[in-house]
């Protein structure tokens, strides 16, 4: 049928609508085993799944052949977590298959989107730390640069949320209860990961060990030119029965070391500070730390032999502390293992080693017990402590240690065992100079660098938003996939009636296919005429969706107050997940729904108010969401959000930002132009002496009586009538210690709320603000964020 030889190029140009349908019955019927007749949509998805990892498979042996012939230097991406969502939308739109895949299935009489959406998402992250790995490996492989990522294959991802009363339950996640159409076992590619025992000179005996086991998924850029894999590790037991126990005929605990190897990549963390510092979570970390570096040096030995060569032709990139262990792992490997004398080993190891922070939260940054630590990995122990010694050695008059009595710190190791440190924003990295790692910067002053982060315009515009895309590509041509910064191209056009009224319908025809689908999912009727105001993240404090929630109380106070006023009718749209243990930020949540379901039904308000919390944000529940958006929601307390990168895909897809000066708000109000960006609230120095002020909520409140007014509704039961109290501690925080400043930004937010309000009335004034933020966001494409790293932190290059 066709060759597996030839360049992916040429392959995903030459493949037809008939290659396409013939490869999908082939599958079908040789992979799963259906004829069309009884084939349900699983086997109509997997059977294309297969097709289109036919058509990536001849490109990703390409680029494996290209980067040994070209011995060039590769990175590697080492990351707790992969938010990649689904990959066969993916696939086929950078293979640029989408259309003949469309036609193929419905010729062969079924609904292509039926199909694509049976793809469950691979929830195999948090939040913005996961989703920006899923991005730069995209970009990595648009870019052509060797590279690896190396993660966890958690058999449970991410919990599912759902709401009873209101409430937020978590529901276990299973996408590995079907098959996974992209990945590639490796039998090949075992290795034994030890834990506990003794150390000994220069040496170690774990007590215990489990197999790291590889699976292989291919990630492939744009236009197939070039793919890259996710490697990601599944816990396996060294042997699968214990004999012993099976001999004496207890069978159950013949099967227990099976059980207990297999805990380690069973389920993701949920981001829950009351689980930090458990046992499992360093068991996960050292896992996947210590079988990705082993697979690195097996692969750099065959390749280039010489190990002092390893910071020429390696790149190995800590996606934040989590496998910070990675510092003295590697110092063991070429310490212990390979002779290298230590103080070299450590120099070898800093200068293939950099150190990506997302977060100054005190509370995020991992500190793990050394009681724990030692006996989890004795040797690591002692290694770390000789290179705490070594650098107060070499800094004498300075008080920075790694280790304090009782306590491993995870971020200083992490600091000193790494050439370059980075932030995600330019008001991240410098707050991280001046608070958390000030004295390590003063130590080491050229070794933080910023990196912004960005998206991958493939997924977040081309993919999820097709009609502005063809707009765009209908004006400038469609070099913007791969090169986003020429959006400012269209410049010209944002003064064109015929490009504006064709960019307002293509957001009109968004929100309308978004409304139509809340209406069939969740039930809810909404007005396309409204405006579409979304706040999608994780649920924490620092993030305020309770600043965003009393806003609505005292809007529809407000509303109720003087209904027939020119109000501008709006629909609040919330989505994201709570920790299950952050009982606060669930309490929001709770809040939220019992909010909406009082204002939903309030005849007075209804059609100029209405608020949903769509359960189970994920991925693919972003992708619907964001190019239906009007206005994003970018709230948080400043000097709080290391950055955002869902900010960013909404000014990409035309949403206006209500936002603070915070993380990468502060770069895209610059790019987009204030005019074109609702501002309002304290910087982060306002947040810090704010802070100092006495009694600063109840100031706040006693000068202004919407916020006082919205708060006692909260406070007398307004939305919880058979429980008044339900919500009392939340309204005592926000008006005693409000930590995050939620009561002294209300004002500003308030004003700055009605400015948009003004501003959505005017139409067309709105459709230019929009375009404006489209055309001056080609800066935040994840592509920019990588030749960053290449030129900054990893001395890498593309070989295509
Ligand atoms: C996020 N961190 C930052 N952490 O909050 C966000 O500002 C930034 O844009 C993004 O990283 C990318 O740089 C984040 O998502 C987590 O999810 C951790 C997962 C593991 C436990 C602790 C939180």
């Known amino acids: 049928m066709y060759s597996s030889k030839v360049d992916a190029m040429t392959v995903s140009t030459t493949f037809t609508t008939q290659d396409m349908r013939a490869a999908i019955l082939h599958h079908l019927t040789y992979t799963m085993g259906k004829d069309a007749d009884h084939a349900t949509t699983y086997d109509w998805r997997m059977a294309l799944s297969f097709a289109v990892r036919d058509r990536i498979v001849d490109g990703w042996f390409a680029s494996t052949r290209k980067s040994y012939e070209a011995g060039a230097k590769r990175v590697y991406y080492l990351s707790m977590e992969f938010l990649i969502g689904r990959l066969l939308q993916d696939g086929l739109v950078n293979l640029r298959l989408l259309d003949d895949a469309c036609e193929a299935l419905t010729a062969l009489g079924l609904d292509p989107w039926q199909v694509i959406s049976n793809e469950p998402d691979a929830a195999l992250g948090n939040g913005g730390l996961g989703r920006l790995a899923a991005c730069f490996l995209e970009s990595l492989s648009s870019l052509g640069v060797p590279a690896h990522g190396y993660g966890i294959r958690y058999e449970h991802g991410l919990f599912r949320q759902s709401f009873v009363d209101g409430r937020q339950v978590e529901l276990p996640e299973t996408w590995l209860q079907q098959h996974h159409a992209w990945e590639f076992e490796r039998p090949e590619a075992r290795y034994r990961i030890g834990f506990g025992g003794d150390a000994r000179d220069a040496g170690w005996d774990p007590a215990e060990a489990v197999i790291a086991a590889a699976y292989d998924t291919p990630i492939v850029g744009w236009q197939g030119r070039w793919a890259n894999t996710l490697r990601l590790w599944a816990a396996k037991p060294v042997e699968a029965f214990d004999l012993d126990s099976f001999n004496r005929g207890d069978f159950v605990g013949a099967a227990t070391p099976e059980a207990m190897a297999r805990t380690i990549s069973r389920v993701l963390y949920p981001d829950d500070t009351t689980e930090i510092g458990k046992e499992l979570r360093l068991k996960q970390e050292y896992f996947f730390t210590a079988a990705s570096l082993a697979d690195i040096l097996r692969r750099f030995e065959m390749e280039h032999g010489d190990l002092r060569k390893l910071p020429e032709k390696v790149a190995i990139q800590l996606n934040d502390t989590h496998p910070a262990i990675a510092g003295p792992e590697l110092v063991r490997l070429l310490h212990d293992d390979n002779g290298i004398p230590f103080d070299e080993a ?109 998206v991958t315009p493939r997924r977040w515009l081309l993919s999820s938003n097709p009609r502005l895309a063809s707009l765009i590509t ?162 948080s307390t400043a000097g709080k959000e290391a950055s955002g990168t869902g900010n960013m895909k909404f000014a990409l897809n035309g949403a206006l930002t209500i936002g603070t000066l915070d993380g990468a708000n502060v770069e895209i109000r610059e790019r987009v132009g204030e005019e074109n960006f609702f501002l309002f609230g304290m910087t982060a120095d306002e947040v810090v002496a704010r802070r100092k002020i006495k009694d600063h909520a109840a100031k706040a409140i006693a000068v202004d009586p919407r916020l006082a007014a919205a708060l006692a509704a909260v406070r007398d039961g307004t939305f919880c009538a058979e429980e008044p109290d339900r919500y009392a501690h939340i309204v005592q925080n926000l008006s005693g210690p409000d930590y995050f400043l939620v009561s002294s930004d209300f004002t500003d937010y308030w004003r700055a709320q009605r400015e948009v309000d003004a501003a959505y009335r005017d139409a067309d004034g709105w459709t230019r603000m929009a375009a404006r933020n489209t055309v001056r966001s080609g800066w935040f494409s994840s592509d920019r964020t990588i030749r960053g790293y290449m030129a900054d932190v990893w001395g890498a290059e593309p070989v295509i």
């Open 346 to 454: 450590m120099d070898l190891a800093r200068s293939t080693l950099g150190y990506t922070n997302h977060t100054l939260l005190p509370e995020a940054l991992e500190r793990w017990s050394d009681h724990l630590f030692g006996r989890l990995l004795p040797r690591h122990l002692e290694i770390i402590d000789r290179i705490d010694q070594a650098h107060r050695a070499t800094y004498p008059s300075s008080s920075v240690t790694i280790r304090e009595p009782g306590v491993v710190k995870m971020g200083e190791l992490s600091f000193v065992m790494a050439h370059r440190v980075n932030g995600v924003s330019a008001l991240h990295t410098e707050l991280m100079k001046s608070t958390v790692f000030k004295e390590l910067n003063a130590l080491h002053p050229d070794r933080i660098v910023n990196e912004t982060n960005g």
């Open 474 to 635: 209908e004006r400038i041509g469609e070099d913007w996939v791969g090169d986003l910064e020429q959006l400012s191209r269209l410049e010209e056009h944002v003064g064109d009636a015929g490009f504006l009224s064709a960019y307002a319908e293509a957001k009109r025809a968004n929100k309308a296919d978004l409304a139509a689908w809340i209406e069939a999912e969740h039930g809810i009727a909404l007005d396309p005429a409204m405006m579409f105001d979304v706040q999608i993240k994780r649920l924490h404090e620092y993030k305020r969706q309770h600043l965003n929630i009393l806003e609505a109380i005292a809007l529809w106070q407000a509303i109720r107050a003087a209904p027939d006023a020119d109000w501008t009718p709006r629909v609040k749209i919330f989505a994201g997940k709570a920790a299950p243990g952050y009982h606060f930020a669930k309490d929001i949540i709770r809040l939220i729904n019992d909010v909406a379901e009082v204002v939903n039904a309030d005849p007075v308000t209804r059609d100029k108010l209405k608020i949903v919390f769509l359960p189970n944000y994920n991925v693919t529940l972003a992708e619907r969401l964001i190019p239906a958006s009007d206005l994003s929601e970018q709230i």
